[in-house]
């Protein structure tokens, strides 16, 4: 099953998906500028075989849920979301707001 629904963080709405996989959930929450994910994202290919599309990504490691990914610590961010002000360890909901 896929869900999708509209998230308020601090009153901008972000999109959170969540598609449930046999053992285990895919989670994204995103906007038109970028996003942030679960475990399941593969910063390195973003960061090496795709750096020319200057990825807005970044991932926390052993979130189930949505409120979990928003809380959790970011272990890989791309590149391109340096730009941003995004720093390994920061929450996903700090990054967020980052491209607000």
Same mark, same amino acid.
Do not use: Q
């Given at each position: 099953?896929?869900?999708?629904?509209?998230? =308020?963080?601090?009153?901008?709405i972000?999109t959170? @998906?969540?598609?449930?996989?046999?053992r285990?959930?895919?989670?994204? @929450?995103?906007?038109?500028?970028?996003?942030?994910?679960?475990?399941?994202l =593969?910063?390195?290919?973003?960061?090496?075989?795709?750096?020319?599309?200057?990825?807005?990504?970044?991932?926390?490691?052993?979130?189930?849920? @949505? =409120?979990?990914?928003l809380?959790?610590?970011?272990?890989?961010?791309? =590149?391109?979301?340096?730009?941003?002000?995004?720093?390994?360890?920061?929450?996903?909901k700090?990054a967020?707001?980052k491209?607000?």
């Open positions: 099953m896929i869900t999708i629904n509209p998230l =308020d963080v601090e009153g901008i972000f959170a @998906i969540r598609v449930e996989l046999p285990t959930n895919l989670l994204i @929450i995103a906007n038109e500028i970028g996003y942030i994910m679960c475990a399941a =593969d910063v390195n290919v973003l960061n090496e075989r795709l750096k020319e599309r200057h990825v807005i990504a970044g991932r926390a490691n052993g979130v189930r849920t @949505i =409120d979990e990914l809380h959790a610590p970011l272990e890989m961010i791309t =590149d391109a979301s340096k730009e941003y002000g995004w720093e390994v360890g920061m929450n996903g700090d967020l707001l491209i607000a």
